[in-house]
C-alpha cells in the first residue's frame, strides 16, 4: 500500500471501515447501509450522501470496483488494494482493543 493511500484511509472512519468491511462480499449502497445498521443494532446508520460519496472515492482510489448491476443498483467489490487496507485497519482495531485490555502486541 502506498503512502498516500495509507495517509488517507488509516485510520479509517467508522462509515469508512463499514462500508469496506461490508465489501468483503459484492454489494451494493442500500445493502450495505441495512447490513451496517443489522450489525450495529441501528447504532450506526450511514447517510446516502456519505454512502455515495465514500463509493465513489474509494472506486477512484481502487479499493473497490465495479462488480455488477442488479435492478438497477450497482454492486461494488473490494480490489487487493481496499482488502490490503481492511486489513491494516482490522491489525490496528485489534491492538488498540489488547492495549486497552493491558495486553502487550509484541514486535
Known amino acids: 500500500m502506498d503512502e498516500k493511500i495509507k495517509r488517507i484511509y488509516v485510520p479509517m472512519t467508522e462509515s469508512g471501515f463499514y ?3 461490508c465489501l468483503q462480499e459484492p454489494q ?5 447501509s441495512q447490513q451496517v445498521r443489522k450489525m450495529t443494532g441501528g447504532a450506526v446508520a ?9 463509493l465513489s ?8 470496483r465495479f462488480h455488477s448491476e442488479e435492478d438497477k443498483r450497482k ?3 473490494l480490489t487487493a488494494l481496499g482488502r490490503e487496507v481492511l486489513d491494516a485497519e ?3 482495531i485489534e491492538r488498540l482493543y489488547k492495549n486497552s485490555r493491558g495486553e502487550s502486541i509484541d514486535a
Open 46 to 54: 450511514i447517510s446516502a450522501g456519505t454512502m455515495y460519496g465514500t
Open 57 to 64: 472515492k474509494m472506486e477512484k482510489d481502487g479499493l473497490i
Open 75 to 77: 454492486l461494488y467489490a
Open 28 to 32: 451494493h449502497g442500500y445493502g450495505i
Open 19 to 21: 462500508i469496506l468491511y
Open 90 to 92: 482490522l491489525a490496528r
